[in-house]
T-cell receptor
Framework: EAQVTQNPRYLITVTGKKLTVTCSQN?????MSWYRQDPGLGLRQIYY???????DKGDVPEGYKVSRKEKRNFPLILESPSPNQTSLYFC????????????FGPGTRLLVL | SQKIEQNSEALNIQEGKTATLTCNYT??????LQWYRQDPGRGPVFLLL?????KEKRKERLKVTFDTTLKQSLFHITASQPADSATYLC????????????FGKGTHLIIQP
């Protein structure tokens, strides 16, 4: 089954404790990205990757890191989480460009205390 | 700056009626526009894509129109059912480049039995 998976689905952590949210797709997609969704603000892009070893900042990259060492994986790293990073996070992928149909993962709900 | 507007208030429709959702955009001319459905706590799911040279696109009970003069897309669900209750997001294509899709904040649709 074609899908985007994320882990963990739910995470409670404390300020400053490094964490990684994994994202994997099995559709051989070139493009992958991370979004966060907050009430009243909608979906906002954090980082994206055009291909392996090619990443760039989206609209709200501060406090986040990413890497793309393999085509299928695109982990999101929070080196020192803060409470304002409490949010619902989605990984997405698409065949080619950023503007094509996006396939979203199930989401990761993060609470930073 | 580019702006996407969707009805921020919930739309209540009686079962069996046609639901019509609006997406207005300003300050750019998208070559195409996508509609997504999002259920609470889940990732958006692609529904339809309509291109600027297409006036209308249909898929089962769904219909999308695209008026480039009015800078507006309408999303219709005919014979609505309670299972259609969700938030619907529009995403006009902004242009070339690697930036991700820019989504509207969505309209929450409630189909009442």
């Amino acid at each position: 089954e074609a899908q985007v998976t994320q882990n963990p689905r739910y995470l409670i952590t404390v300020t400053g404790k490094k964490l990684t949210v994994t994202c994997s797709q099995n559709m051989n997609h070139e493009y992958m990205s991370w979004y966060r969704q907050d009430p009243g603000l909608g979906l906002r892009q954090i980082y994206y990757s055009m291909n392996v070893e090619v990443t760039d900042k989206g609209d709200v990259p501060e406090g986040y890191k990413v890497s793309r060492k393999e085509k299928r994986n695109f982990p999101l790293i929070l080196e020192s989480p803060s409470p304002n990073q409490t949010s619902l996070y989605f990984c997405a992928s698409s065949y080619g460009t950023a503007q094509e149909t996006q396939y979203f993962g199930p989401g990761t709900r993060l609470l930073v205390l | 700056s580019q702006k996407i507007e969707q009805n921020s208030e919930a739309l209540n429709i009686q079962e069996g009626k046609t639901a019509t959702l609006t997406c207005n955009y300003t300050n750019y001319s998208p070559a195409y526009l996508q509609w997504y459905r999002q259920d609470p706590g889940r990732g958006p799911v692609f529904l339809l894509l309509i291109r600027e040279n297409e006036k209308e696109k249909r898929k089962e009970r769904l219909k999308v129109t695209f008026d480039t003069t009015l800078k507006q897309s309408l999303f219709h669900i005919t014979a609505s059912q309670p299972a259609d209750s969700a938030t619907y997001l529009c995403a006009p294509h902004i242009g070339g480049g690697a930036d991700g899709l820019t989504f509207g904040k969505g309209t929450h649709l409630i189909i009442q039995p």
